[in-house]
């Protein structure tokens, strides 16, 4: 006896509802908006990243001395009751060079005069901004206190009859660098020279400067 069954054993499965596709497009295009701004973020922080240790790292404002003249008389020294007149103004010409992109802002600074390691003189240098990759020129007039030398009258003295004079000055200008108006750093320039003046000329003989830059 033969059965007539109208049953399918294999039904074709139900069709996806065309919502639930749309939720499907809608998250897979989400997650590929949120990667591509997780790999701009990245791509951001590298480029910067890159820039900060290359272009924008702060490299050290350097310090130099393009020239030393002196202005004043030749000493006098009276005997027996030895006295010494001394007026000498040492004037220098500083080189500030700004080697970063960004400009270099520095504000007062100082050089003091030295002798025999005792400060003798010192005068203010005036604020002032270097445009990035430029220099400018700072002078710096410095005048001998002969009444701060008196504790070293003996060496003075020495020094005078040998015909020559050996003084220190010792320059900082404090300032910063800053990028994009963003990121800043704050530098120190120093300079330390040491010159040797002829008596009775009084002329530079020699003058010997070492730079550095504290961050």
Do not use: W
């Not at 590298?46 to 202005?71: E, G, H, N, R, Y």
């Amino acid at each position: 006896m033969i059965q007539n069954n109208d049953h399918n054993p294999n039904p074709d499965p139900e069709p996806v509802p065309e919502a639930k596709n749309r939720r499907h497009v809608r998250r897979h295009r989400c997650l590929i908006a949120i990667g591509f701004v997780i790999f701009l973020i990245m791509l951001l922080f590298i480029v910067l990243l890159i820039l900060v240790l290359t272009v924008f790292k702060a490299k050290q404002p350097k310090t130099q001395l393009v020239s030393a003249t002196l202005d004043g008389i030749s000493p006098r020294i009276s005997f027996p009751v030895v006295r010494i007149q001394l007026n000498i103004t040492l004037n220098l010409q500083i080189l500030v060079e700004n080697p970063n992109h960004a400009s270099f802002k520095h504000g007062s600074g100082q050089s003091i005069l030295l002798y025999q390691g005792e400060q003798v003189g010192d005068v203010e240098i005036y604020p002032g901004n270097i445009p990035g990759r430029r220099s400018t020129t700072i002078p710096s007039r410095l005048t001998l206190q002969v009444d701060k030398v008196a504790s070293e009258t003996l060496h003075l003295v020495q020094d005078i009859l040998a015909g020559q004079l050996a003084m220190d000055t010792r320059t900082r200008i404090p300032g910063r660098v800053t990028f994009l108006g963003l990121i800043r750093k704050h530098v120190v320039a120093i300079s330390d020279c040491h010159f040797v003046i002829a008596v009775p000329e009084m002329k530079v003989r020699s003058q010997e400067c070492k730079e550095r830059t504290k961050f």
